[in-house]
């Protein structure tokens, strides 16, 4: 008790206020470039389908490898359009991890298919393949559903097993989406985030590590012929010329203001995720005797949307350390299986790696603008919490 005391007492003079995501301290850096870029905007008042879009869209390709990139309007949006476009049915099946926001599961639902819950590895937080594979087998077995997409999540930033995903996919006739909503930035054997699948759905929402101001996403393919079949289901599956609807479709579309802001953070995104890169060095330095922070599989680097780690006694430690001025959060504390939306595709049997994970998982402040002051205060009180 004394410990957190002496730390509260130093953070008012070394520290100052920690915030979990500091877009003002980021706006202020950039302020006004992007203030150019909106007049810019502004002036010639394309504000859907602007030059800002399509400059936009070339230059995601060409920073993660895509083939080609869709914007598009949220990382939900992104999630429906290639499901859309494979022509899911209500018979299909769709394997995703109960452990992620509840959008992967609506993306699945939305489009008539119906979700089939898999657990994760309790050391990546991410889908577990070998869990993936029983799920396969046992979905075929019982005949009622056609297993037809696995959607692997990136959490926080950690990319997927695609190695081993795009063997089990091919294997299986499966379409492989990337639900990449968080992990923008992250890299697995020197390919981005965007380039590990075939298609890759992200999220620019406002406190992504690559945000907008406002909602956003994108669709990355590896065939630039799928690319043209979601930029129509993007504008309500209309033909090239707009006119005609030769598919069904909706407006997906992100606004050009979205764009203007997202090219001129794209001009500091290496930099921040530098920066994430040494507060999560720090991290994972001091805290993996004391926490079990997310591991990465080998070859990955995490794009560190968020930085998150296990502890025994969670909720204990939430309040200690938000009491000493350290602000967390809980990335889930409760699995789609067992929300009332999704409840009715609970696995038999629970998925136990899932609901252990979510009992002692929190989330550490995580944003570019961190001092070096206050990272080593969030380990101070994260130790003090802990002991
Ligand atoms: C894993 C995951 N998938 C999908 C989404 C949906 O993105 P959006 O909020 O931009 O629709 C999110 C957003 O937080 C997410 O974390």
């Known amino acids: 008790m004394n410990g957190v005391a002496n730390l509260s007492l130093n953070a008012d003079s070394r520290v100052g206020t920690i915030a979990f995501i500091d877009l003002k301290a980021q706006q202020r850096r950039i ?15 394309r504000y859907i389908a602007g030059p800002e879009i399509e400059e936009l869209e070339e230059k995601l390709a060409e920073r993660t490898g895509a083939a080609a990139a869709v914007s598009c309007a949220s990382g ?91 063997t089990i996919a091919e294997r299986e006739d499966l379409f492989l989406l990337s639900d990449g909503a968080q992990s923008f930035g992250g890299r697995l054997n020197g390919r981005w985030v965007g380039d590990l699948a075939p298609a890759t759905a992200t999220s620019f929402f406002p406190g992504k590590a690559f945000g907008a101001y406002g909602d956003a996403g994108a669709v990355f ?5 799928m690319v043209d079949h979601w930029a129509s289901i993007r504008w309500h599956g209309t033909d090239n010329a707009r006119k005609d609807s030769i598919r069904v479709g909706f407006n997906g579309r992100m606004d050009t203001f ?13 930099d921040e995720l530098a920066a994430r890169h040494e507060i999560a060095d720090v991290y994972s330095r001091r805290l993996s005797n004391i926490g079990r922070p997310q591991t990465h599989i080998t070859g990955a680097q995490s794009g560190y949307g968020y930085y998150s780690l296990c ?18 959060a809980i990335y889930y504390a409760k699995p789609l299986h067992k929300m009332d939306a999704f409840a009715a595709f609970a696995p038999e049997g ?20 961190l001092t070096p002051a206050q990272v080593d205060y969030i380990c101070d009180a994260v130790e003090a919490a802990v002991s």
């Open 76 to 166: 939900t949006a992104a999630l429906i359009i290639p499901l859309l476009a494979e022509g899911l049915d209500t018979g299909d099946a769709v394997f995703i991890p109960a452990f992620t926001y509840n959008a992967t599961a609506n993306a699945v639902l939305l489009t008539g298919a119906t979700p089939v819950f898999v657990d994760i590895d309790p050391a990546t937080f991410n889908m577990d393949a070998d869990d993936l594979e029983r799920r396969i087998g046992e979905v075929r077995a019982e005949g009622k559903l056609r297993p037809r997409a696995v959607i692997p999540v990136d959490l926080f930033g950690s990319p997927a097993d695609y190695t081993r995903f795009e």
């Open 258 to 270: 979205q764009a203007a802001v997202l090219l001129e953070k794209l001009e500091i995104f290496d």
């Open 31 to 45: 302020r006004q470039a992007v203030e150019k870029r909106l007049q810019a905007v502004l002036d010639h008042g």
């Open 221 to 225: 393919a590896h065939d630039k012929a």
């Open 350 to 369: 629970g998925l136990a790696q899932t609901e252990r994970t979510a009992d002692e998982i929190f989330a550490l402040p995580m944003h570019p603008y």
């Open 311 to 328: 502890v025994k006694n969670r909720d204990a430690v939430v309040s200690k350390v938000s009491a000493m001025g350290v602000p967390t």
